[in-house]
Each structure stands twice: as structure tokens, then as C-alpha cells.
């Protein structure tokens, strides 16, 4: 009899975990929600989750994980109304004294407290499952099959075990080194190899926008430009495959070229990554008004990208710091669930600012599954004393980030929704917004992503600042 007991048991733990993974949790809450609130860019957002390529990305991706968010949510005891359709403003933030746990305290005051970048209203939605590419996803799965362990030296660097560097090695330069991390290290090596989720990235145009002026805040910045990202490594969806020529030493680079205002139109940087720890950035600046080229070092990156924005050159992509142990203390300091915006940019855009857009009218939010990382600066002279971002669970990218002064005062955030593309699981940006809560500014960037013909109009002479001074 019990022989017969423990042969059912199994039977029934096997089932279940065949049901688990045939599952697709966030799918039905998204129908069921899209039904309810009749929204048309709900019914799109259901439409492209449903395709049979999402779907079958978000189960392997989720058999790879062993859990999805749905599944870590469902697994947390909540408060009963903390759930999709919710509506959060000023007057009833009050009624939900668990609310301070789930949004970060800066979001909480601009909803409840600040004079200036404010937000009017928030409203939850169901929380989302969100995976890499297929790409990614074979090359961690190789990782694990081989039983391949990376290991981090004393430099900080992240390598495989025949000794080549993990981001440079096209079999493992699109992997998840570390699937469950277990200490900060890992964890930053994790969203780090992240990079941005896909090999080439192009926004034609982004839009950067500052204010000032507290409650009566209105636009006094406004900056267009291009922008062009590419990893240079472990390449399988967009050309060139494999490693892109020249790059030898280089993981990825970053490039811009400003086309308004008129008088700095024409400015141009480039940054580009070495994996090893003893060769700092290629970071290059072609200056319209002085006619040269500047040759940036470690210290300038520490500097606003344009006048009035409150972006640095290390705040690039929300964390753009070279991996430095002897500079730098990272801490997996917990884990846990944040209120964050959804990834839903591919699709429709999940905030509303107010018409001098120095404000958020209205944001959504999701619930997300997350790891805390903390990295502190060790030397007392980074212009951040402390680094603390809210790693997703599920895609390695991060949901939220504060950043502190040498004295411990809250200085800026990032806050962003992406352009996630659920049928190839990459993702480019489309809405950032990055505040300093010392000077009271309020900056915001909006980028239309280029999906189509990346092969052609990402090339060589994009990252190189000699001919991207010449870009039209």
C-alpha cells in the first residue's frame, strides 16, 4: 500500500509539474484584464503575448529559470488589494499603508509628497513574464549542460574556465552567467551580461528633456539626437553574426550623435568596452564648436552627457561602470517584490505626461520579482557614494535604481519602460525617466526604437567618432 502511495505521489508531482510549465499564468491574467478594462492597447498588448513565438519562449525561458514572476507572485503572501486594477492617487495612498514596501520611496513621494515631478495617479496592471532571446537562452542552456561554471578573479573580471573572457568568447558571450545568483558579484556579472537584451540597438530619434522650477516647472532643456548601441559578440540575430570584425578586445559599444538644438548639432561621443580590467573605455567626443576630438578618461564619465540633463556618462544604459572590486563594494543585500513599470513600450507607451511634460499624469505599474543589488564606492571620491538596484528575476535587467551622494542623500533615480518584443524576447528602450532629488530636476528621455534593417544601419562607422562626426 504504501508502495502504491509513493507511486501516485510521484505521478501527481509530475503532472503537476508538466501543467506548471504548459502554464502561462501572465497570458490569462492579461486576457482577463484587457476583457475588463476595454482598453485597446490592453487588447494589442494580449494580441502580441498571445503569438505562438512568445509563448514558446516564455516556456522555455521558464523551464530554463525553474519559476516565472507569475509563479513567484503567486507564491508571496500579499495584501488582498494589491492586484491588477488598482488605482493609487494622493488622496488614498493612505489607505494603503503596505504600499511604502512595494514602491520605491521616491516614487512614493512624487505621488504623495513632492512639489515637482510629481505623479497624478498610478494604476496596477498584471504582472508580465520577461525572457531573453532564443540566442541567450541556448548558450546558458549549453552553459549548464556542460556543466561550465564562470569564475570572477581578483580584477573584478568575468571568465570561463579556460581562462578566455566570458563576454568576448562567442559561445558564451550571450549567456546568463549566473541563473541564480548567490552573492552581489554574481548578481552584477548577471545584469551586466544582460547588456541591453539584444545585439543592435538603434532610437531614430531620442528625445531628452529637463525642467526645473519646482510645482511650476517648465521645459528648459530639449535635446534630439541618434543613438546606436551594438554588442560586438555571440551574435545570431542580426548581422553581422558571430563577432563583429575588429572588435577583438571590445565586449559592446555605445554611440551618439545630437541633432538639436542648432548650436550643439553635430556632437558626437562614442564609448566603447574593453573586457579586460586593466584597459579603460574607448571613449571619444567629437566637439562641433572646437572642431576636434576629445579623448575622454574614467573621471569625465562622471560628467552630465548635455547641459542640463541628468544623465551622467556612467549612468549610460541606467549602469554603464566598469566592474572595479578595488573601487567598488557589491552586496546582494535581499530579495523581494517592487511596483515597477511594465515593459509594455513595443506596444503602447504605460505613462502620460502633462502637457509641459515636467510631470507624470499617470504611470502603470506591475508587481516584479527581484534582487537588491548594492554597490558601494570604496575610494570617497565616485560621484556616487552608493548604487542600489532592483535586479529582475526573470531577465537579469533592472527595475529600479537610486543612486546616493558621499553624504547620503538620495540623489538621482532611473525609471524606465522598455520596447520588450515578447516574439524574439529583445528589448530596446522607450521611455526613461532620470530626476535629481538634490537640484529638484526632472528629466526625461523617449526613444523610437528601429527594428527593421539593423544589419544596414548599424555599422563600423557608427562607432567610430572620426566618421560619426560626419553622420547625416
Same mark, same amino acid.
Given at each position: 500500500?504504501?508502495?502504491?502511495?509513493? *507511486?501516485?505521489?510521484?505521478?501527481?508531482?509530475?503532472? !503537476?509539474?508538466?501543467?506548471?510549465?504548459?502554464?502561462?499564468?501572465?497570458?490569462?491574467?492579461?486576457?482577463?484584464?484587457?476583457?475588463?478594462?476595454?482598453?485597446?492597447?490592453?487588447?494589442?498588448? +494580449?494580441?502580441?503575448?498571445?503569438?505562438?513565438? &512568445?509563448?514558446?519562449?516564455?516556456?522555455?525561458?521558464?523551464?530554463?529559470?525553474?519559476?516565472?514572476?507569475?509563479? #513567484?507572485?503567486?507564491?508571496?503572501?500579499?495584501?488582498?488589494?494589491?492586484?491588477?486594477?488598482?488605482?493609487?492617487?494622493?488622496?488614498? &495612498?493612505?489607505?494603503?499603508?503596505?504600499?511604502?514596501?512595494?514602491?520605491?520611496?521616491?516614487?512614493?513621494?512624487?505621488?504623495?509628497?513632492?512639489?515637482?515631478?510629481?505623479?497624478?495617479? *498610478?494604476?496596477?496592471?498584471?504582472?508580465?513574464?520577461?525572457?531573453?532571446?532564443?540566442?541567450?537562452?541556448?548558450?546558458?542552456?549549453?552553459?549548464?549542460?556542460?556543466?561550465?561554471?564562470?569564475?570572477?578573479?581578483?580584477?573584478? /573580471?568575468?571568465?570561463?574556465?579556460?581562462?578566455?573572457?566570458? #563576454?568576448?568568447?562567442?559561445?558564451?558571450?550571450?549567456?546568463?552567467?549566473? *541563473?541564480?545568483?548567490?552573492?552581489?558579484?554574481?548578481?552584477?556579472?548577471?545584469?551586466?551580461?544582460?547588456?541591453?537584451?539584444?545585439?543592435?540597438?538603434?532610437?531614430?530619434?531620442?528625445?531628452?528633456?529637463?525642467?526645473?522650477?519646482?510645482?511650476?516647472?517648465?521645459?528648459?532643456?530639449?535635446?534630439?539626437?541618434?543613438?546606436?548601441?551594438?554588442?560586438?559578440?555571440?551574435?545570431?540575430?542580426?548581422?553581422?553574426?558571430?563577432?563583429?570584425?575588429?572588435?577583438?578586445?571590445?565586449?559592446?559599444?555605445?554611440?551618439?550623435?545630437?541633432? /538639436?538644438?542648432?548650436?550643439?548639432?553635430?556632437?558626437?561621443?562614442?564609448?566603447?568596452? @574593453?573586457?579586460?580590467?586593466?584597459?579603460?573605455?574607448?571613449?571619444?567626443?567629437?566637439?562641433?564648436?572646437?572642431?576636434?576630438?576629445?579623448?575622454?578618461?574614467?573621471?569625465?564619465?562622471?560628467?552630465?552627457?548635455?547641459?542640463?540633463?541628468?544623465?551622467?556618462?556612467?549612468?549610460?544604459?541606467?549602469?554603464?561602470?566598469?566592474?572595479?572590486?578595488?573601487?567598488?563594494?557589491?552586496?546582494?543585500?535581499?530579495?523581494?517584490?517592487?511596483?515597477?513599470?511594465?515593459?509594455?513600450?513595443?506596444?503602447?507607451?504605460?505613462?502620460?505626461?502633462?502637457?509641459?511634460?515636467?510631470?507624470?499624469?499617470?504611470?502603470?505599474? /506591475?508587481?516584479?520579482?527581484?534582487?537588491?543589488?548594492?554597490?558601494?564606492?570604496?575610494?570617497?571620491?565616485? *560621484? @556616487?557614494?552608493?548604487?542600489?538596484?532592483?535586479?529582475?528575476?526573470?531577465?537579469?535587467?533592472?527595475?529600479?535604481?537610486?543612486?546616493?551622494?558621499?553624504?547620503?542623500? +538620495?540623489?538621482?533615480?532611473?525609471?524606465?519602460?522598455?520596447?520588450?518584443?515578447?516574439?524574439?524576447?529583445?528589448?530596446?528602450?522607450?521611455?526613461?525617466?532620470? !530626476?535629481? @532629488?538634490?537640484?529638484?530636476?526632472?528629466?526625461?528621455?523617449?526613444?523610437? !526604437?528601429?527594428?527593421?534593417?539593423?544589419?544596414?544601419?548599424?555599422?563600423?562607422?557608427?562607432?567610430?567618432?572620426?566618421?560619426?562626426?560626419?553622420?547625416?
Amino acid at each position: 500500500m504504501k508502495r502504491i502511495n509513493m *507511486i501516485i505521489a510521484i505521478l501527481c508531482i509530475a503532472f !503537476s509539474t508538466v501543467v506548471s510549465a504548459e502554464t502561462n499564468d501572465a497570458l490569462d491574467a492579461w486576457k482577463s484584464y484587457a476583457a475588463k478594462t476595454g482598453n485597446p492597447d490592453h487588447a494589442k498588448w +494580449v494580441d502580441e503575448i498571445s503569438k505562438p513565438e &512568445a509563448i514558446a519562449l516564455a516556456k522555455a525561458w521558464k523551464e530554463l529559470r525553474g519559476y516565472d514572476a507569475q509563479d #513567484l507572485v503567486q507564491a508571496e503572501k500579499l495584501p488582498a488589494e494589491l492586484k491588477p486594477g488598482l488605482v493609487i492617487t494622493k488622496d488614498n &495612498a493612505g489607505d494603503f499603508p503596505w504600499l511604502k514596501d512595494y514602491l520605491p520611496k521616491t516614487t512614493y513621494a512624487s505621488l504623495t509628497s513632492n512639489d515637482w515631478g510629481t505623479i497624478g495617479k *498610478i494604476t496596477i496592471v498584471p504582472t508580465n513574464t520577461y525572457y531573453m532571446t532564443q540566442a541567450a537562452l541556448d548558450s546558458t542552456k549549453k552553459l549548464l549542460e556542460k556543466n561550465i561554471v564562470p569564475t570572477i578573479n581578483e580584477k573584478g /573580471e568575468l571568465l570561463n574556465p579556460d581562462g578566455s573572457f566570458f #563576454l568576448l568568447n562567442d559561445a558564451t558571450a550571450r549567456a546568463v552567467p549566473f *541563473i541564480h545568483p548567490k552573492n552581489g558579484m554574481e548578481l552584477n556579472w548577471s545584469y551586466v551580461s544582460h547588456g541591453i537584451s539584444n545585439e543592435s540597438e538603434f532610437f531614430k530619434p531620442i528625445r531628452i528633456g529637463g525642467c526645473g522650477g519646482g510645482a511650476n516647472a517648465k521645459l528648459d532643456r530639449y535635446y534630439e539626437g541618434h543613438l546606436w548601441w551594438q554588442k560586438f559578440h555571440g551574435r545570431r540575430l542580426v548581422e553581422p553574426m558571430g563577432d563583429v570584425p575588429g572588435k577583438d578586445e571590445l565586449v559592446e559599444g555605445g554611440s551618439i550623435f545630437f541633432t /538639436e538644438p542648432f548650436d550643439i548639432r553635430g556632437l558626437a561621443g562614442v564609448r566603447q568596452r @574593453y573586457a579586460s580590467a586593466d584597459k579603460a573605455d574607448d571613449f571619444r567626443v567629437f566637439i562641433p564648436s572646437l572642431r576636434r576630438t576629445r579623448i575622454m578618461t574614467g573621471s569625465d564619465a562622471q560628467d552630465p552627457i548635455a547641459a542640463g540633463v541628468e544623465l551622467i556618462w556612467d549612468d549610460w544604459r541606467a549602469y554603464w561602470n566598469k566592474t572595479n572590486p578595488d573601487n567598488f563594494e557589491y552586496n546582494l543585500t535581499g530579495e523581494g517584490f517592487i511596483l515597477a513599470l511594465p515593459e509594455v513600450g513595443y506596444v503602447y507607451d504605460a505613462y502620460e505626461m502633462n502637457d509641459e511634460r515636467c510631470a507624470l499624469k499617470s504611470i502603470e505599474v /506591475e508587481l516584479r520579482p527581484v534582487w537588491k543589488l548594492e554597490i558601494i564606492d570604496k575610494t570617497g571620491k565616485y *560621484i @556616487y557614494k552608493t548604487r542600489t538596484t532592483w535586479v529582475d528575476k526573470e531577465n537579469y535587467y533592472m527595475q529600479y535604481h537610486i543612486t546616493t551622494d558621499q553624504r547620503d542623500n +538620495v540623489m538621482r533615480i532611473w525609471d524606465d519602460s522598455r520596447a520588450f518584443r515578447p516574439t524574439t524576447g529583445e528589448a530596446q528602450w522607450r521611455f526613461v525617466l532620470v !530626476s535629481n @532629488y538634490l537640484s529638484e530636476r526632472f528629466n526625461f528621455l523617449e526613444m523610437e !526604437s528601429v527594428w527593421e534593417n539593423r544589419e544596414q544601419l548599424i555599422n563600423d562607422e557608427k562607432f567610430d567618432v572620426d566618421q560619426l562626426r560626419d553622420y547625416r
